[in-house]
């Protein structure tokens, strides 16, 4: 399995983990020109912004080690867009990050984590 079909996958998984513990999904690969977002979906009033890390080994770090600093503040800059492009009325706004760990070919790790970053004032 090639690294984009990889991460497709662990989007997938991802969509479908946060369908099941009750968010509804409203957009997957929203892109714009500074970026992408993997999944943006609503936690009862709550606007969610996931990013999505799958890795198919921990060599070189864990999926929770690649939402640097520099990767959220990014991130935190496509929501801006993103509520503004898509009009969103006002509401509260989280970042979480789901991490995958794929450990064979029917069986994977996934870690949610539930509001990983904020945007500093």
């Known amino acids: 399995m090639d690294r984009l ?12 983990y946060l369908e099941r513990v009750g968010m509804t999904l409203v957009e997957r690969n929203w892109r714009c020109p500074a970026g992408e977002v993997d999944i943006v979906c609503i936690d009862g ?3 969610v912004l996931v990013e999505v890390k799958t890795r198919t080994t921990i060599a070189k770090g864990t999926p929770e080690e690649a939402v640097t600093p520099t990767k959220q503040r990014r991130i935190i800059r496509l929501a801006k867009t993103y509520i503004a492009k898509a009009k969103v009325e006002p509401c509260s706004v989280r970042f979480d990050v789901v ?13 949610h984590h539930r509001a990983a970053f904020e945007v500093e004032e």
């Open 5 to 16: 079909e990889t991460g497709r996958r662990g989007e997938d998984a991802a969509a479908a």
């Open 45 to 47: 009033t709550t606007l």
């Open 99 to 111: 991490t995958i760990i794929v450990l064979g070919e029917d069986r994977a790790l996934l870690r």
